[in-house]
């Protein structure tokens, strides 16, 4: 933990990333799942993220179930990504389910009750399967 503590303060875009809870959540998980270091550039830090939630996701069987492909979760986590890189305060449940109902709309033809259903098994995947990107969810 000293190094992770260490790498963040040397790194002027990284310890600006860690203010956020969520994002410090993921800067932790990239430590521990990259051999104990951290990317040099804030862009290979989200790379890493995203690479990593995504093959999270599809291995939980996100492609059978839900019917979603690795664009369509691209799309999500970038868009997540986005967020908590403006957005120092961090992710309300709120805020995640309008940014998965954008990009769901861009690629789901389904009527808009099947829509919401998506978003909700979405939201609690992300909450529960993926614990490190909304571990510190803030409450409406």
Known sequence: TNQLY???????????LAINPQL??????VYNQYE???PEKRIDLYEKAIEKMIERLVTSSINEDLQLNAIILWSILQKIAEYLHNIVEGLSENNLREIIRKCLIDYQEESSNNIDDLISRLVDIFKYKVGYLIKHLTID
Do not use: G, M, P, Y
């Open 24 to 29: 410090a959540s993921v800067i932790a998980a």
């Open 6 to 16: 260490n790498d963040i303060t040397e790194n002027k875009d990284i310890f600006q």
């Open 36 to 38: 104990d270091k951290l």
